[in-house]
């Protein structure tokens, strides 16, 4: 099952992946994680499958125009990605902060000289 045909689908199936994990990332804090690892396994997917089958055979313009268009989408997934994990690490940091923040005005309740309702006289 290595023809051209069924490699150009698979390179079809891979752009249209990688056109709704565009979509779905650039809803920024309303995307979805879950579609985005669905999204991500299903282009590892096709990308195995890829791997192996053998080069599909036909015009090498065609072919080139489609990669170069898979590695362009791919790059500007990869930098959409990457722009994530570094909002993601900042907001990491900052939640950090604030619960050493917190934990740094946290007191420990303090004793009372009272005991089951009855004073304790500390000077015995």
């Given amino acids: 099952m290595s023809g051209k045909g069924d490699a150009l689908a698979y ?13 779905v990332l650039a809803a920024g804090d309303a995307a979805d994680p879950n579609e985005i690892r669905e999204l991500a396994a299903e282009s590892e997917c096709i990308m195995t499958v890829l791997a192996g089958m053998a080069q599909p055979e036909g015009e090498p313009g065609e072919i080139m125009a489609r990669l170069t268009s898979l590695q362009e989408k791919a790059g500007s997934l990869l930098t959409q990605l990457q722009e994530e994990l570094e909002k993601t690490a900042e907001t990491r940091s900052l939640l950090k902060k604030g619960r050493q923040a917190v934990s740094a005005y946290y007191y420990a309740p303090q004793k009372t000289g009272y005991e089951e309702g009855k004073f304790v006289d500390r000077k015995k």
């Fill in 11 to 23: 390179y079809q199936k891979l752009e249209e992946c990688y056109d709704r994990l565009a979509q």
